[in-house]
């Protein structure tokens, strides 16, 4: 089973550019978040889907981030216009329901993204 | 408040055993989870239990629960090389739905020769 995959695995721009993740979850997973994990943290929910619905983005800061998951299959996660503090890696999970009824989530490698 | 508190560092010797201690928030959690991150990669969940448990084995790891104190703590037993990384605890709210995870800061176990 493939799992999840996410691109690009390094990102570098300037503040105030814009830039664009994406991911593709494992086949089948309905649900999928991204997480936001700054150097020496754990990783914060930035927003969760169902199927191409969204779940919950209270943690999101709309005013500079977007994201969507046409389709209910892929996502892309954007920031315009970026700054310093956006700094951090941005992992993309898939999750299904595991027979003991928890909410098993598969995570990708990751993008990181350095802005200078 | 949100936070899932871990310390931040453990070294332990080769071959002994390591433990890792968590303190989650909510008394209504229903699951709760260990997740290791080895650098440069995503998070790999190792092992959960569920609320109505205090204690799940599988092979070298024991998870121990204490809903009282709302104390979770991860037991590697013979420690290896292979077991350098950070661990994370987290925690499914009572109050959130069933797939929304809090995690915790991480703690970084190192294995000394």
């Known amino acids: 089973e493939a799992g999840v995959a996410q691109s690009p695995r390094y990102k570098i721009i300037e503040k105030r550019q814009s830039v664009a993740f994406w991911c593709n979850p494992i086949?089948?997973?309905?649900?999928l978040y991204w997480y936001q994990q700054i150097l020496g943290q754990g990783p914060k929910l930035l927003i969760q889907?169902?199927?191409?619905?969204?779940?919950?983005d209270s943690q999101l800061p709309k005013d500079r981030f977007s994201a969507e998951r046409l389709k209910g299959v892929d996502s892309t996660l954007k920031i315009q216009p970026a700054k310093l503090e956006d700094s951090a890696v941005y992992l993309c999970?898939?999750?299904?329901?595991?027979?003991?009824?928890?909410?098993?989530?598969?995570f990708g490698p990751g993008t990181r993204l350095t802005v200078t | 408040g949100e936070d899932v508190e871990q310390s931040l560092f453990l070294s332990v010797r080769e071959g002994d055993s390591s433990v890792i201690n968590c303190t989650y928030t909510d008394s209504s959690s229903t699951y709760l989870y260990w997740y290791k991150q080895e650098p440069g990669a995503g998070l790999q969940l190792l092992t959960y239990i569920f609320s109505n448990m205090d204690m799940k084995q599988d092979q070298r790891l024991t998870v121990l629960l204490n809903k009282k104190d709302k104390h979770l703590s991860l037991r590697i037993a013979d420690t290896q090389t292979g077991d350098s990384a950070i661990y994370f605890c987290a925690e499914v709210p009572g109050y959130s739905s069933a797939s929304k995870i809090i995690f915790g800061s991480g703690t970084r176990l190192s294995i000394r020769p």
């Open positions: 086949s089948g997973h309905a649900t």
């Open positions: 889907f169902q199927n191409n619905g969204v779940v919950d």
């Open positions: 999970a898939s999750s299904s329901r595991g027979t003991g009824g928890s909410y098993e989530q598969y």
